[in-house]
């Protein structure tokens, strides 16, 4: 009786634990292929699909075009780095 209490309580501690990750981190697909637009003329692909992975997650946006439009995404526009520059491509 032990064991499938025990067993029971590791499961449900399993799964109440899952749910604190964050089950987007891998990517989504809106979100990539928004930055695979966004990022086609970038010099720098791999950095600009990187930050605009991070901003699109966290603002479900992604502007228009490949430069600029920025006004169509505030939370995007306003994400700025430690330095405070503009974190979004």
């Not at 209490?5 to 089950?23: H, I, R």
């Not at 075009?65 to 979004?88: F, V």
């Amino acid at each position: 009786m032990k064991n499938v209490a025990f067993a029971t309580f590791l499961l449900v501690a399993l799964l109440l634990g899952s749910s604190f990750f964050d089950g987007t981190m891998a990517g989504s697909s809106f979100c990539d292929s928004k930055c695979a637009g966004r990022c086609s003329k970038a010099g720098r692909m791999d950095r600009c699909l990187e930050y605009c992975g991070i901003c699109c997650e966290k603002c479900q946006c992604v502007p228009s075009g490949t430069y600029g439009h920025k006004d169509e995404c505030p939370c995007y526009r306003d994400m700025r780095n430690s330095k405070g520059q503009p974190k979004c491509p």
